[in-house]
Antibody, heavy 120, light 112 residues
Framework: QLQLQESGPGLVKPSETLSLTCTVSGGSISSSTYYWGWIRQPPGKGLEWIGNIYYSGSTYYNPSLKSRVTISVDTSKNQFSLKMSSVTAADTAIYYC????????????WGQGTLVTVSS | QSALTQPRSVSGSPGQSVTISCTGN?????????VSWYQHHPGKAPKLMIYEVTKRPSGVPDRFSGSKSGNTASLTISGLQAEDEAGYYC????????????FGGGTKLTVL
């Protein structure tokens, strides 16, 4: 059974860089059918798609966050990562990693999510 | 592109049916049969309930069904149960955009 697990600091200071890693187990991140994505949910708000990466390294970013976001992949570790620079309190959210199935463009598997708080 | 439009809340009594709508435009919902629905209980990972408008993943009860007409997709939950109380989000592929995936704003389902 495929599992995704987010990891990283739960507290980040304003203006600094948020860094999270998603470890994939039970399946290969290098499968040609899937993309790997980051989605977040600020407190009391809905889901916001941050961006996706393909195992080859091709990336796709939400235009609203593109200037601050970098997603990378490490196929040797079966992991992909998110970096978001110049964070503010508005970036406080639960961050989820997920697998996007390109056969139907749906998110079939999700991590449990990790809360990141931006505060000094 | 803009988020898909969902009602902020819906409610129903146990055993009843409810329908949650998801309205987009011809570039997303109306243009592709790639609408999916997710159930989200607080503190848990979102769960895929419907994909490609009408398909149910293995393990999802057949009380959950999806449909689409024009630019509006719908999720219907029949025989409401207390455990169905959750947030529900639609999502659509929008191939003509640079970032061609968009969520709806989410709907809170309350089981009375």
């Amino acid at each position: 059974q495929l599992q995704l697990q987010e990891s990283g600091p739960g507290l980040v200071k304003p203006s600094e860089t948020l860094s999270l890693t998603c470890t994939v187990s039970g399946g290969s991140i290098s499968s040609s059918t899937y993309y790997w994505g980051w989605i977040r949910q600020p407190p009391g708000k809905g889901l916001e798609w941050i961006g996706n990466i393909y195992y080859s390294g091709s990336t796709y970013y939400n235009p609203s966050l593109k200037s601050r976001v970098t997603i990378s992949v490490d196929t040797s570790k079966n992991q992909f990562s998110l970096k978001m620079s110049s964070v503010t309190a508005a970036d406080t959210a639960i961050y989820y990693c997920a697998r996007l199935d390109s056969s139907g463009w749906y998110l079939g598997y999700w991590g449990q999510g990790t809360l990141v708080t931006v505060s000094s | 592109q803009s988020a898909l439009t969902q009602p902020r809340s819906v409610s129903g009594s146990p055993g009843q049916s409810v329908t949650i709508s998801c309205t987009g435009n011809s570039s997303d919902v109306g243009g592709y049969d790639y609408v999916s629905w997710y159930q989200h209980h607080p503190g848990k990972a979102p769960k895929l309930m419907i994909y490609e408008v009408t398909k149910r993943p293995s393990g999802v009860p057949d009380r959950f069904s999806g449909s689409k007409s024009g630019n509006t997709a719908s999720l219907t939950i029949s025989g409401l149960q207390a455990e169905d109380e959750a947030g529900y989000y639609c999502c659509s592929y929008a191939g003509s955009y640079t970032f061609p995936w968009v969520f709806g704003g989410g709907t809170k389902l309350t089981v009375l």
